[in-house]
């Protein structure tokens, strides 16, 4: 069966009509063709669309011939969280197209996410990836239909529900997930842009955290305790951090059950924030920014300073190798911190005083690092008295109130004077102000408004705890940027950027579903045999599940679709996510 071009002339002027026709043999075995049905007119087809239409229908219909060969890969795993999810049917829901014929903007949206768990890489030649692999197969969208302007009108479409569209994924999520929503892990990145940009209201010049100020996208991500990030949203990078930590917690707030606890960096460690968390009934655990006084409340709370501190019995997980004498110290104590809001409302904070011994030498580290190169300027100086750059005292001065600035500042002492008309520099260090700098080396606040359990008193070593598994939602943005590959962004406008860096945000919840699902069905602590390369077991990731998938293939065959016969980490993978093989192997099992 194919279709036919027939040409026609009627007043002079000649219109070609498209047909169905099919190719049958007589009784007597010659080939003969008959028409089952007139499409209509070539030109009014192209004019309305339908000739689109009718090219995709055909393109899903369209069976490859005995012999091909798709790589399943990964997708069978992304497959099936994509459909637990109910991604597509999500995104059909808010911006509906009419027909079927053509690929849904939920259909593409899917396809973009699989793309990033599966093979990721930036935004070209999607269709190229999609060609070779089952994602026909398994999610019903054709690579031929892939193309660049489709991808960007899908792209286009979801910036202006992508807020509603986070919403409903993270209900989703809970509606068909075991998840513990009960404390969320909040932090933010920046997504780094090489080019100028200079028209975007998204890609703006900010500071990230390696204290530089670089062209940029932030995003914030809200993670649980067991990895999952359920929320994840792009801000422009200009965007104060405050309002954007502020922002997300009002709209899981919304969303989530009351009891909510939120841990979060420094980012949120502003008194007024914490009272306004306090009075939206949103627990908290968050470090205290420096510029709140809460050093000068510990000199009166604990006047022994760091000697009146209790030792604290926790180990983190890299050091427990480690003889008990090479360990990290912890001391710390749990004290009441009342703050008064600007709107005069005392609010009943606590504050847990915790002292590090690694915090405390990369501390002093960092000071003789930087006491040491604000030497080396001074001395640089000293070299070029009387030359082009220092001719003046003015001159000696002004450098070194450049140099002596920031976490030094008052920790040497310099004095300049002019001799013979020739300026002259001293310095040394101030021993007095560095005794009083160092004396809380290692020493930070940690604020909560938690209230004791049933059966104890809250103690410093809980809220400890807490906050120091906010190493799981920065290792979120670490995957972010290495294991869906976010950079290189090849987009310039500001709707499909935001969209992008959202359905990246999608392809984080599913890598973080599915190891959440892996390591929960193993048990507390299991290691899973031939997870690593050379057969070697450990804690699994999912990276280490998608990896363990690469290479596996599926073939058309005379008795249908057949998969390659699966290995024993395979089947275990998938027999504890209790995903479906959708094929039969080629072969025994093991």
Same mark, same amino acid.
């Given at each position: 069966?194919?279709? +036919?071009?027939? !040409?026609? !002339?009627?007043? @002079?002027?000649?219109?070609? #009509?498209?047909?169905?026709?099919?190719?049958?043999?007589?009784?007597?075995?010659?080939?003969?063709?008959? =028409?089952?049905?007139?499409?209509?007119?070539?030109? $009014?087809?192209?004019?309305?669309?339908?000739?689109?239409?009718?090219?995709?229908?055909?393109?899903?219909?369209?069976?490859?011939?005995?012999?091909?060969?798709?790589?399943?890969?990964?997708?069978?795993?992304?497959?099936?969280?994509?459909?637990?999810?109910?991604?597509?049917?999500?995104?059909?829901?808010?911006?509906?197209?009419?027909?079927?014929?053509?690929?849904?903007? @939920?259909?593409?949206?899917?396809?973009?996410?699989?793309?990033?768990?599966?093979?990721?890489?930036?935004?070209?030649?999607?269709?190229?990836?999609?060609?070779?692999?089952?994602?026909?197969?398994?999610?019903? =969208?054709?690579?031929?239909?892939?193309?660049?302007?489709?991808?960007?009108?899908?792209?286009?479409?979801?910036?202006?529900?992508?807020?509603?569209?986070?919403?409903?994924?993270?209900?989703?999520?809970?509606?068909?997930?075991?998840?513990?929503? !009960?404390?969320?892990?909040?932090?933010?990145?920046?997504?780094?842009?090489?080019?100028?940009?200079?028209?975007?209201?998204?890609?703006?010049?900010?500071?990230?955290?390696?204290?530089?100020? +670089?062209?940029?996208?932030?995003?914030?991500?809200?993670?649980?305790? $067991?990895?999952?990030?359920?929320?994840?949203?792009?801000?422009?990078?200009?965007?104060?951090?405050?309002?954007?930590?502020?922002?997300?917690?009002?709209?899981?707030?919304?969303?989530?059950?009351?009891?909510?606890?939120?841990?979060?960096?420094?980012?949120?460690? #502003?008194?007024?924030?914490?009272?306004?968390?306090n009075s939206a009934n949103v627990s908290f655990v968050v470090p205290l920014r420096s510029d709140t006084g809460w050093t000068e409340r510990f000199r009166v709370d604990v006047p022994e300073g760091l000697d009146g501190l209790e030792p604290l019995e926790y180990c983190s997980y890299r050091e427990e190798h480690l003889p008990e004498n090479e360990?990290?110290?912890?001391?710390?104590?749990?004290?009441?911190?009342?703050?008064?809001?600007?709107?005069?409302?005392?609010?009943?904070?606590?504050?847990?005083?915790?002292?590090?011994?690694?915090? &405390?030498?990369?501390?002093?580290?960092?000071?003789?690092? &930087?006491?040491?190169?604000?030497?080396?300027?001074?001395?640089?100086? !000293?070299?070029?008295?009387?030359?082009? #750059?220092?001719?003046?005292?003015?001159?000696?001065?002004?450098?070194?109130?450049?140099?002596?600035? @920031?976490?030094?500042?008052?920790?040497?002492?310099?004095?300049?004077?002019?001799?013979?008309?020739?300026?002259?520099?001293?310095?040394?260090?101030?021993?007095?102000?560095?005794?009083?700098?160092?004396?809380?080396?290692?020493?930070?606040?940690?604020?909560?408004?938690?209230?004791?359990?049933?059966?104890?008193?809250?103690?410093?070593? $809980?809220?400890?705890?807490?906050?120091?598994?906010?190493?799981?939602?920065?290792?979120?943005?670490?995957?972010?940027?290495?294991?869906?590959?976010?950079?290189?962004?090849?987009?310039?406008?500001?709707?499909?950027? $935001?969209?992008?860096?959202?359905?990246?945000? =999608?392809?984080?919840?599913?890598?973080?579903?599915?190891?959440?699902?892996?390591?929960?069905?193993?048990?507390?602590?299991?290691?899973?045999?031939?997870?690593?390369?050379?057969?070697?077991?450990?804690?699994?990731?999912?990276?280490?599940?998608?990896?363990?998938?690469?290479?596996?293939?599926?073939?058309?065959?005379?008795? @249908?679709?057949?998969?390659?016969?699966?290995?024993?980490?395979?089947?275990?993978?998938?027999?504890?996510?209790?995903?479906?093989?959708?094929?039969?192997?080629?072969?025994?099992?093991?």
């Amino acid at each position: 069966m194919y279709v +036919k071009r027939h !040409s026609v !002339s009627k007043g @002079g002027r000649r219109y070609v #009509y498209l047909r169905l026709v099919e190719a049958y043999r007589n009784e007597s075995g010659q080939v003969r063709h008959r =028409v089952l049905c007139t499409l209509g007119r070539e030109d $009014e087809l192209k004019a309305s669309g339908q000739l689109d239409q009718l090219a995709a229908s055909f393109t899903r219909l369209d069976p490859p011939p005995l012999g091909t060969r798709r790589v399943v890969g990964p997708l069978l795993l992304v497959g099936h969280y994509l459909k637990r999810l109910g991604l597509v049917e999500l995104v059909d829901g808010m911006i509906p197209m009419r027909g079927r014929a053509l690929l849904t903007h @939920g259909e593409v949206i899917a396809a973009l996410v699989a793309n990033r768990l599966c093979a990721p890489s930036p935004l070209y030649d999607i269709s190229g990836w999609a060609s070779s692999c089952a994602l026909a197969e398994l999610l019903g =969208v054709p690579a031929a239909l892939l193309n660049d302007d489709r991808l960007g009108r899908a792209l286009d479409a979801l910036a202006p529900v992508a807020e509603e569209l986070r919403s409903r994924l993270l209900l989703s999520a809970l509606e068909h997930f075991d998840l513990d929503v !009960s404390r969320l892990h909040l932090d933010l990145t920046a997504v780094r842009f090489s080019e100028a940009y200079e028209d975007s209201a998204v890609v703006k010049k900010g500071w990230a955290a390696d204290r530089t100020i +670089k062209r940029q996208v932030k995003a914030i991500q809200a993670s649980t305790k $067991e990895g999952v990030p359920l929320y994840f949203r792009p801000h422009p990078g200009a965007q104060s951090e405050l309002l954007e930590f502020m922002a997300t917690i009002d709209t899981l707030a919304t969303s989530l059950a009351p009891g909510l606890l939120v841990v979060a960096d420094s980012g949120l460690g #502003y008194l007024e924030s914490l009272c306004s968390a306090n009075s939206a009934n949103v627990s908290f655990v968050v470090p205290l920014r420096s510029d709140t006084g809460w050093t000068e409340r510990f000199r009166v709370d604990v006047p022994e300073g760091l000697d009146g501190l209790e030792p604290l019995e926790y180990c983190s997980y890299r050091e427990e190798h480690l003889p008990e004498n090479e360990r990290t110290r912890w001391k710390g104590a749990l004290y009441p911190f009342p703050v008064t809001s600007a709107d005069g409302k005392v609010h009943d904070l606590r504050i847990a005083y915790i002292f590090s011994s690694e915090e &405390a030498a990369s501390v002093a580290s960092a000071r003789e690092r &930087a006491l040491t190169k604000a030497e080396e300027a001074l001395s640089r100086i !000293s070299n070029g008295l009387g030359g082009r #750059y220092y001719k003046t005292q003015k001159q000696v001065d002004a450098r070194v109130a450049q140099i002596l600035v @920031g976490p030094i500042s008052g920790l040497i002492e310099v004095h300049t004077a002019t001799r013979g008309g020739r300026p002259c520099i001293a310095w040394h260090r101030n021993e007095a102000a560095l005794a009083q700098a160092s004396a809380l080396d290692g020493l930070y606040g940690l604020a909560t408004n938690l209230s004791d359990p049933k059966d104890h008193r809250l103690s410093a070593l $809980e809220v400890l705890k807490i906050y120091k598994d906010q190493w799981i939602v920065e290792q979120r943005h670490r995957d972010l940027k290495q294991t869906t590959r976010v950079r290189p962004v090849f987009l310039h406008n500001d709707n499909r950027i $935001e969209a992008l860096v959202g359905v990246i945000g =999608v392809a984080l919840l599913l890598f973080g579903l599915i190891e959440a699902e892996l390591r929960s069905a193993l048990g507390e602590g299991v290691s899973l045999p031939g997870i690593l390369p050379e057969g070697r077991a450990a804690r699994p990731t999912a990276r280490a599940a998608l990896g363990a998938f690469d290479g596996f293939i599926a073939t058309y065959t005379a008795s @249908g679709l057949m998969v390659d016969h699966l290995s024993r980490v395979q089947r275990t993978i998938l027999g504890l996510l209790d995903v479906p093989l959708p094929w039969p192997e080629q072969g025994g099992q093991d």
